[in-house]
């Protein structure tokens, strides 16, 4: 029984830090743009964050449920080591491309860090593919459709304002940017503290700690807090990379990138589909250069960032393998 009430302790722990380096790791989603435009001081626009992405992850549980059923096919296919293991992967991937500035989906990290602990333990029956192709296919539709319809939503803006001179339009969008993050702090807060919530529900139903998935208040308000801590923190190399080096923004394109962004991940958040706010902010911010020339988009670094998006799963599948084998080595 210790041993028990110590991993669920260690799940709880592990989900909280997953969702407090997930703040700091993408905190360059809710105020790159801004930042970069000089729109908004860095540390005022790392506490508006903090505060939108906890109010954010109060919002609903919608995409928690889906985190936490859609990739098992029941609790009964999942304990402790297992769920364990997938976050230490999770964490693990998230230090490790925080580290080395590249924008990664803390999205991916989980899926691949518990489809990898899953295989390990129980095989490919205790995984529901049904609905990891669901989770997957929003994954990668999401960042596609930032490109398109963030090209879009520039276009209509060129369309609207051209005729305007661009130093008095820009300094226009620059206040316009604040409405604009805070509206993106409260979608990324609304999409990912939901990915901790759903994985420490998963571990309180299958540890018989409560009968049905359903989130409890001080889950939701354990994570949002971590989440918002994290955010507190900040992620100033990643804010760097996705402020300045895909495609060097203006106001006006800032706004438009973080209207998109925001648009696009509350309403998956509506349909309950968890989606990477780092893969959509960076859609977008593509979307809106390639609407001014394609060549004014750095696609090297967009190809490099790719590539990351390319090897989360599998390299956090493999790390959640490697973990659960490690946690159950030590909690024999």
């Known amino acids: ?35 970069s435009t000089r729109a908004l001081h860095p540390s005022h626009a790392i506490i508006m964050a903090a ?10 549980t919608g995409v928690a449920k889906t985190i936490g059923t859609d990739i098992v096919k029941s609790a009964q296919h999942v304990d402790e080591h297992i769920i364990v293991a997938a976050l230490v992967g999770a964490v693990l ?31 490919t029956d205790g995984l529901n593919f049904y609905g990891i192709g669901k989770i997957i296919l929003s994954l990668i539709g999401s960042p596609i459709l930032g490109i398109v319809s963030g090209c879009i939503v520039m276009t209509l803006l060129f369309r609207i304002f051209g005729r305007f001179s661009p130093s008095s339009i820009n300094h226009r969008f620059k206040k316009m940017q604040v409405l604009s993050a805070a509206m993106m702090a409260f979608s990324h807060g609304s999409n990912d503290a939901q990915k901790s919530m759903g994985i420490i529900t998963l571990a309180l139903l299958s540890g018989g700690y409560i009968d049905v998935f359903e ?18 923190v900040g992620g100033w190399r990643i804010i760097k990379t996705i402020g300045g080096k895909i495609f060097k923004l203006e106001p006006i394109s800032g706004f438009a990138a973080d209207l998109n962004s925001s648009t696009v991940i509350f ?14 902010v960076s859609g977008s911010i593509m979307g809106v250069g390639t609407a001014k020339r394609v060549n004014a988009v750095r696609w090297g670094v ?10 989360t799963i599998p390299c956090t599948a493999a790390m959640g393998a490697l973990a659960y084998m490690a946690v159950c080595a030590i909690f024999k």
């Open 93 to 123: 991937w998230n230090i490790i491309t925080w580290y080395f500035a590249v924008p990664s989906s803390s999205s991916h990290a989980l899926v691949g860090g518990i489809i990898g602990a899953v295989l390990v333990s129980v095989g």
């Open 302 to 311: 967009a190809q490099q960032m790719v590539m990351a998006w390319v090897l």
């Open 1 to 35: 029984m210790h041993e028990v009430q110590m991993l669920m302790f260690t799940v709880i722990g592990l989900a909280l830090l997953f969702d407090f380096i997930n703040g700091f790791h993408d905190t360059a989603n809710a105020i790159a743009t801004s930042v």
């Open 215 to 232: 989130v409890p208040t001080y889950v939701k308000v354990l994570a949002a807090t971590a989440m918002a801590c994290g955010t507190a």
């Open 51 to 60: 505060v939108l992405n906890f109010l954010g992850a109060m919002y609903s």
């Open 267 to 280: 309403t998956a958040t509506l349909l309950h589909l968890p989606v990477s706010t780092t893969h959509v």
